[in-house]
């Protein structure tokens, strides 16, 4: 049985940073690619960024040299250290794993197989 399991949301002024965790139990960890997604109050789920099993990377326009996306296959775990938030940031995040081993249809959402509950990241004025 897979599980997906995020961490490390919370609320943060904006400028601030957090780093999001996500723990996936029940599958190969490194045969998977893994991306981050979020889903503001009232808009579509959206893709954020994707890692791939070799560790290459792809970000959407509004995050990238913001955010950054890593994993530690050792430890089945993905990482996104998002700094200088802003609060159009403000989103459930999710960690979702790829059927597949590359970040070729990110951002995609039918691509990802296995979802976790999401954590809340809410970046005040």
């Known amino acids: 049985q897979v599980q997906v399991v995020e961490s490390g949301g919370g609320l943060v002024q904006a400028g601030g940073s957090l780093r999001l965790s996500c723990t996936a139990s029940?599958?190969?960890?490194?045969?998977?690619?893994m991306g981050w997604f979020r889903q503001a109050p009232g808009s579509e789920r959206e893709g954020v960024s994707c890692?791939?099993?070799?560790?290459?990377?792809a970000y959407v326009d509004s995050v990238k040299g913001r955010f950054t996306i890593s994993r530690d296959n050792a430890k089945n775990t993905l990482y996104l250290q998002m700094n200088s938030l802003k609060p159009e940031d403000t989103a459930m995040y999710y960690c979702a794993a790829a059927r597949g081993k590359t970040c070729y249809n990110f951002p995609r959402i039918d691509v990802f197989g296995y979802w976790g509950q999401g954590t809340q990241v809410t970046v005040s004025v």
């Open positions: 029940g599958l190969t960890f490194d045969d998977y690619a």
């Open positions: 890692i791939s099993w070799t560790g290459a990377t």
